[in-house]
C-alpha cells in the first residue's frame, strides 16, 4: 500500500524559492577588498539568479552539462550555487589551490563546458587553459582582487552578460535524484575523484544542518563561512542560509585572520566556520590586538580536529563556543556534530572538554559503525579502534566515472571512510587517525592525533605535526614537527619530550632526534595538515 | 546526469535505529494513573519494539495491513507507532472521541485487520464491535484506567503475547513511499477522510520538526505531547523525540490539567505540546494553586488560535513562551510556526505580539499561497483575505478511496486547507477564518476569529465562541457564546458589547440579543470549538 502524500521534489529550486519568498528581505552581505560591502536581499538575489539561469542557457548550457566556478566566497559564487543547479545543470567548484595538473585534470574529467572565475584566479586557469579544450567559455568575475591582463581565450563579462538578460526565467521540474554540483576529492594517491551531489541529497543535508543539534541554524543567525565555497558545498551554508533565512556573511577575496575579525564586529556575526588553523590565527590576532568578539557565540570546526587547548582558550578567553564537526566530501560533508548532552551538564568543565574533543554522535540521518580489517563490526566501547563506515541519504555510493571506486565501499553498501576511530556507548566517534597516519610501534599504535593535540596544549607552542618514519627495530617511530608561537623565545626537544611523558607511554614518546622545529606546517589545499609533504621531508 | 549518493530509504526504521544506538540510554516516562512512572531507556524499547513486530506477524498481519490502536498517550502506543510501520503494516490511529457512527465507519473503511485497545477504552469497541466483522481481533493494553469486563471476542492480552515473543526481528526493506499509518479526519459535512502518511513523508516532517525554527527540538529537551498520539501523529513528536534524542513523557490516561502541572513540575518538562483549551486550564489551575513551572520554557499551541491573552499570560506571568503553531492532518501536521525574527527583537511587547498572534511562516519544506474564488493569485500585503492553499512533501495528495477527494485540491496539486487567511510581505500567514466561519453581514466580512480573541482578552472571560446566524437584511449577523470565568459573578452582555466596540465596528459588533451566556463551549473530538453544535442551538 503506497502513502498518499505529494511527489515533492527536493531540490534546490525549494531552497531558493523559500529564500526570496518567505526571507526576501534578509540580506547577503560580501565584503569587498576595498573594505566596504556589497549587500542585498534575498529578493534581488532570486532575480539575479533568474537572470544568471538565462545567461546560462544562452551559452548553450544544456540540463546535466558541468559549468565549473573558480571563485572566491562572495554573492556571485552564490548566485552560481543556485542558477546551475536550478536549470538542471551541475555546479562543479574547482578549488584555487589544486596544482595545475590536478586543476586540468578535475577540469577535463567532469568535462566542463564553461568556468566562471574571478579576476584575481584567472592566472590559475591561464596556466592550464591549453589542457582544456572543451571549455567553450570563461566567464570573468570582478571580485576587486588584483587583477591581471588575462590571455583566456573566449573572455565574456558576468555583469555583462546578466545586465543583458531578462530576470524572468521559468524553471524546470526536476528529478530529485538528478546530479546539482560535484567537488572532487584530492585523496592521497592517484587523481582526484569526484563527489556528484544530487539534489535529494543537498536538500536532506540542509535540513541536517538546521537541525537545532546540527548547526543549529535559524532565522537569527548571522553567519560567516570561512570555509570556502569550493571546498565541500562550504558545509552546506549557502543552501541552509536562503532555507533558514539567515544573514549570510562572505569574506571575500584573499580573507585574512585580520580580516576576518573586522568582518565579524561590523556584520556583528553570531557563528562562522572554518578549519583549526585559521582559528587559531584568529586567536592570535585578537590577543595581539585586543579585542573582542561581542556577537560571536559558535565557531564551527571542521576539516581537522580541534585541538583541546584551542577549545578552552576560546571558552574561557573569549566566551565563544568552539563547535566540533567531523565530515568529509563524500558526505556533503556532514558527518558528525560534537555537542554535550544534558546529563552532561552536571560534570566538570574537564570531562565536558573530553567529550567535545570528539567528534561527536552522527547528524539526524547518518549513520555509523566501526568494522576491522575483516568487515567484522566492532563494539562501541569507546576503546576499540576499527575504521569507520558510514551511510545516509547525502553519502556517495561512488566516483564520477571512476572503476576503482568500488574499493571505497563494503559489500553491504556503506562507505569506507579511511577514519580509524572509537565509538562510545553513546554514539560519541573519536578520531583515532587516518588509517595511513596510525603510526604502528613495536607492534602498537601511537595515534598521531592524539599526539599532536598534546604538543598543541603546550604553552608556547604554535603547530605541530606528527609522522610515523620507517625504524628498523620498531618500525615505525613518531617524528614532531613543532613550530614555536614565539620565534625569539623557541622550545627546545626536551621541553616537548618531558610534556609529552606525562601522558604517553615512554616508548611512545618520539626520540631527542626525532622532535623537530619548523617554521610552519605545509597545509593541504582545504588547509589540513600535509603530512604527506612532511613525510617526503623525512626521506629527503 | 543522475547524482551518485545512496539510495537511503527515509523511513521509520531508521529513526527506530538512531533512537535504540544513538540514544540508547535516554528514557521514555510514563505517567500511570496511580501517580507512579513507568520508565524504560530507547535500547529497551527498541527490544519491545521488535518483540512486538513478532507479535503482529504471529497475528497474520501482512505488510500493507492496516492495525488499530485506541490508546492514550504511553509507551505502549509508541511501542505500536514504530512497529507496526517498521514491519511494513499502516498504523491507523483511532480517535477515542468520534461517534460510533465515524468510528465504525473509519475502522471498516480503513479495514483494520487487528485492533490495540486501552483497558479503559474498550467500551468504546464494544459498542461498534458488531460493526466490524473484519477485525480479526482485539489486543487489549492494561492502561490502568478504570477497567470494566470487556466483551470483545477474540480478545488478546498485549504483554502476555510480548512475553512469547522473540526480541531480535529481522526487518524488511522498505519502499519509502509505502504507507506508514494513516489518520481520519473528521470534517466539517460528510463522512470522516482518511489521511495516509507515507515513511517518507514522516521522515521529512521529522526533519522539519527538528529545525531551530520548527519545534526547535534537541537531545537536551524533556517534551511532553499533551496532544493525544491518535490525533495527526501527536504532531510528529513521538517521531522527533527518538529522530532527536529528547526525553520523551507522557501524560497516560485521562490527563487532567492537574495531572498535567503534577508531570511538568516531577519530570522537569521544558516543552509541551496541546490545543489552547488545555493550557487555558493549565493557566487557571497554576493561579488556583499558586504553582510555578520553572523548567518549562515552551508550550507548543496548535489546533486552534491562541488568544492573545493567554500568550501574555504565560509570558508575564510564567515566563513561559506560547509558541504557535498551524497545521492540519492532511499535513502531517506541521504547516507554520509564528516566531518572530531577529529584526523585531527591537520592537514593543505588543508588536512582537501582534507578530506572534499570527500563525506564522511556513516550516522548511512546506509553501504556502493565497487565492480567490477563481483560483487567482492574492497579493501577501497582510491585508488581502483568499483561501490558504499549500503544497510540500508531507501534505496530503489524496484521502484514501475517496473519489470526491479531487474537490480539495487545485488543479495545479496545491491543497485548498479551506482556511481564509492573510499573508504579509514577511511570509506570515494569519488565519482570518475557516470559509466557512467566516460571517459575511452587509456584504462585508466579518472574522469569528478576530472577534473571540477579542472577546477572550476580556477580563472574567473564560471561552468565547462567535458563529453566524442567518438574518433577513444583513444576510448575516454574528452571534457570540461567553462563557463567564467566574460563575459567582456573571459579565453583562453590555460589558461584552462595550468591549468589542473598543476594536469593532458598530455594524461588526452582535446586537444585545445576540451575546449569549451559556456554561461552556462545546468542543469537538480534537478539542476544538464546536461551531456546528453551536449553529444547531441557534436553529433549534
Given at each position: 500500500?503506497?502513502?498518499?502524500?505529494?511527489?515533492?521534489?527536493?531540490?534546490?529550486?525549494?531552497?531558493?524559492?523559500?529564500?526570496?519568498?518567505?526571507?526576501?528581505?534578509?540580506?547577503?552581505?560580501?565584503?569587498?577588498?576595498?573594505?566596504?560591502?556589497?549587500?542585498?536581499?534575498?529578493?534581488?538575489?532570486?532575480?539575479?539568479?533568474?537572470?544568471?539561469?538565462?545567461?546560462?542557457?544562452?551559452?548553450?548550457?544544456?540540463?546535466?552539462?558541468?559549468?565549473?566556478?573558480?571563485?572566491?566566497?562572495?554573492?556571485?559564487?552564490?548566485?552560481?550555487?543556485?542558477?546551475?543547479?536550478?536549470?538542471?545543470?551541475?555546479?562543479?567548484?574547482?578549488?584555487?589551490?589544486?596544482?595545475?595538473?590536478?586543476?586540468?585534470?578535475?577540469?577535463?574529467?567532469?568535462?566542463?563546458?564553461?568556468?566562471?572565475?574571478?579576476?584575481?584566479?584567472?592566472?590559475?586557469l591561464e596556466a592550464v587553459e591549453d589542457e582544456c579544450p572543451n571549455v567553450r567559455n570563461y566567464v570573468v568575475l570582478d571580485d576587486q582582487g588584483e587583477t591581471a591582463e588575462t590571455s583566456l581565450s573566449n573572455q565574456l563579462d558576468y555583469?555583462?552578460?546578466?545586465?543583458?538578460?531578462?530576470?524572468?526565467?521559468?524553471?524546470?521540474?526536476?528529478?530529485?535524484?538528478?546530479?546539482?554540483?560535484?567537488?572532487?576529492?584530492?585523496g592521497t594517491t592517484g587523481n582526484p575523484k569526484g563527489v556528484v551531489y544530487s539534489h535529494r541529497s543537498i536538500y536532506l543535508h540542509t535540513m541536517a544542518v538546521m537541525t537545532t543539534d546540527g548547526y543549529g541554524l535559524s532565522q537569527r543567525?548571522?553567519?560567516?563561512?570561512?570555509?570556502?565555497?569550493?571546498?565541500?558545498?562550504?558545509?552546506?551554508?549557502?543552501?541552509?542560509?536562503?532555507?533558514?533565512?539567515?544573514?549570510?556573511?562572505?569574506?571575500?577575496?584573499?580573507?585574512?585572520?585580520?580580516?576576518?575579525?573586522?568582518?565579524?564586529?561590523?556584520?556583528?556575526?553570531?557563528?562562522?566556520?572554518?578549519?583549526?588553523?585559521?582559528?587559531?590565527?584568529?586567536?592570535?590576532?585578537?590577543?595581539?590586538?585586543?579585542?573582542?568578539?561581542?556577537?560571536?557565540?559558535?565557531?564551527?570546526?571542521?576539516?581537522?580536529?580541534?585541538?583541546?587547548?584551542?577549545?578552552?582558550?576560546?571558552?574561557?578567553?573569549?566566551?565563544?563556543?568552539?563547535?566540533?564537526?567531523?565530515?568529509?566530501?563524500?558526505?556533503?560533508?556532514?558527518?558528525?556534530?560534537?555537542?554535550?548532552?544534558?546529563?552532561?551538564?552536571?560534570?566538570?568543565?574537564?570531562?565536558?572538554?573530553?567529550?567535545?574533543?570528539?567528534?561527536?554522535?552522527?547528524?539526524?540521518?547518518?549513520?555509523?559503525?566501526?568494522?576491522?580489517?575483516?568487515?567484522?563490526?566492532?563494539?562501541?566501547?569507546?576503546?576499540?579502534?576499527?575504521e569507520l563506515t558510514v551511510r545516509g541519504p547525502w553519502v556517495a555510493s561512488g566516483y564520477y566515472n571512476n572503476p576503482e571506486a568500488s574499493k571505497s565501499f563494503t559489500e553491504d553498501g556503506w562507505f569506507r571512510t579511511g577514519d580509524m576511530?572509537?565509538?562510545?556507548?553513546?554514539?560519541?566517534?573519536?578520531?583515532?587517525?587516518?588509517?595511513?597516519?596510525?603510526?604502528?610501534?613495536?607492534?602498537?599504535?601511537?595515534?598521531?592525533?592524539?599526539?599532536?593535540?598534546?604538543?598543541?596544549?603546550?604553552?608556547?607552542?604554535?603547530?605541530?605535526?606528527?609522522?610515523?618514519?620507517?625504524?628498523?627495530?620498531?618500525?615505525?617511530?613518531?617524528?614532531?614537527?613543532?613550530?614555536?608561537?614565539?620565534?625569539?623565545?623557541?622550545?627546545?626537544?626536551?621541553?616537548?619530550?618531558?610534556?609529552?611523558?606525562?601522558?604517553?607511554?615512554?616508548?611512545?614518546?618520539?626520540?631527542?632526534?626525532?622532535?623537530?622545529?619548523?617554521?610552519?606546517?605545509?597545509?593541504?589545499?582545504?588547509?589540513?595538515?600535509?603530512?604527506?609533504?612532511?613525510?617526503?621531508?623525512?626521506?629527503?
Open positions: 500500500m503506497q502513502g498518499q502524500m505529494m511527489d515533492f521534489s527536493l531540490d534546490t529550486q525549494a531552497i531558493l524559492r523559500r529564500g526570496g519568498q518567505i526571507f526576501g528581505n534578509q540580506e547577503v552581505v560580501t565584503r569587498l577588498t576595498d573594505g566596504s560591502y556589497h549587500r542585498y536581499t534575498l529578493r534581488e538575489f532570486e532575480r539575479r539568479v533568474h537572470r544568471l539561469i538565462n545567461v546560462l542557457r544562452d551559452l548553450g548550457i544544456q540540463p546535466g552539462d558541468r559549468v565549473g566556478t573558480l571563485c572566491w566566497n562572495h554573492y556571485r559564487h552564490l548566485e552560481l550555487y543556485f542558477a546551475i543547479s536550478s536549470m538542471g545543470a551541475v555546479l562543479h567548484t574547482l578549488n584555487i589551490r589544486l596544482s595545475e595538473e590536478q586543476l586540468s585534470y578535475i577540469i577535463n574529467h567532469a568535462d566542463d563546458q564553461v568556468i566562471f572565475v574571478d579576476t584575481s584566479l584567472t592566472s590559475v555583469e555583462t552578460l546578466l545586465a543583458a538578460a531578462s530576470d524572468q526565467a521559468t524553471l524546470p521540474d526536476l528529478d530529485e535524484n538528478s546530479a546539482a554540483a560535484m567537488c572532487y576529492t584530492s543567525e548571522v553567519v560567516l563561512p570561512f570555509v570556502p565555497m569550493f571546498h565541500a558545498n562550504a558545509w552546506g551554508l549557502p543552501y541552509a542560509a536562503l532555507f533558514s533565512g539567515c544573514r549570510l556573511v562572505l569574506p571575500g577575496a584573499q580573507p585574512t585572520a585580520a580580516i576576518l575579525a573586522k568582518i565579524m564586529i561590523d556584520q556583528k556575526v553570531t557563528t562562522a566556520a572554518g578549519v583549526p588553523a585559521i582559528w587559531n590565527m584568529l586567536y592570535q590576532h585578537l590577543k595581539q590586538e585586543n579585542l573582542s568578539l561581542d556577537t560571536v557565540e559558535t565557531l564551527i570546526v571542521g576539516g581537522s580536529a580541534a585541538p583541546r587547548a584551542m577549545i578552552e582558550k576560546f571558552d574561557k578567553e573569549f566566551n565563544i563556543t568552539i563547535l566540533h564537526l567531523w565530515g568529509m566530501t563524500e558526505m556533503s560533508p556532514l558527518g558528525t556534530v560534537g555537542r554535550i548532552r544534558s546529563h552532561m551538564e552536571d560534570w566538570s568543565y574537564d570531562e565536558q572538554l573530553d567529550i567535545r574533543m570528539k567528534q561527536g554522535v552522527p547528524a539526524a540521518g547518518v549513520e555509523i559503525r566501526i568494522q576491522d580489517d575483516n568487515g567484522n563490526l566492532l563494539p562501541w566501547d569507546g576503546k576499540t579502534i576499527g576511530v572509537t565509538i562510545n556507548e553513546e554514539g560519541y566517534m573519536q578520531i583515532a587517525d587516518r588509517s595511513k597516519d596510525l603510526i604502528k610501534s613495536g607492534g602498537e599504535w601511537i595515534s598521531s592525533v592524539d599526539m599532536e593535540n598534546c604538543i598543541m596544549a603546550y604553552n608556547g607552542v604554535a603547530e605541530a605535526a606528527v609522522v610515523a618514519r620507517p625504524d628498523d627495530k620498531w618500525d615505525e617511530r613518531p617524528v614532531a614537527f613543532v613550530v614555536s608561537a614565539d620565534s625569539a623565545n623557541p622550545l627546545t626537544e626536551e621541553q616537548i619530550r618531558t610534556h609529552l611523558l606525562e601522558t604517553f607511554a615512554k616508548w611512545q614518546v618520539p626520540g631527542v632526534e626525532d622532535v623537530r622545529f619548523i617554521d610552519v606546517v605545509p597545509k593541504t589545499s582545504v588547509g589540513k595538515f600535509d603530512k604527506k609533504v612532511l613525510r617526503q621531508r623525512l626521506e629527503g
